[in-house]
């Protein structure tokens, strides 16, 4: 009889090691997942953002000579103004 209470217990703590195991793989687990998903809504916002980009510069292409894309680019990138038009620039 004794030796079934030894192996018992020795069954039960085989089962609460076990069971210690498989809780600290799930919490591991689980914030693997977090972590996936933290980082797939990251790339999400990045191909919107590159989507955007790329739908501007496809428009970019199939106009060319549109008048208001040109005048913005004279005034961001070469820093040209219209004839009576005065810049300002503010400084702090």
Request: proline share 4%; charged share 25%; aromatic share 2%.
């Amino acid at each position: 009889m004794p030796k079934t209470k030894k192996a018992g217990l020795l069954a039960k703590l085989v089962i609460l090691a076990l069971l210690i195991y498989l809780a600290t793989s799930l919490l591991n687990l689980q914030s693997r997942i977090r972590q996936t998903q933290a980082e797939r809504d990251a790339l999400s916002r990045q191909v919107a953002e590159q989507t955007q980009v790329n739908a501007d510069l496809a428009e970019d292409v199939a106009n060319p000579d549109d008048p208001d894309r040109i005048a913005d680019i004279a005034r961001d990138k070469l820093g040209l103004v219209v004839p009576g038009e005065k810049v300002i620039v503010i400084t702090n």
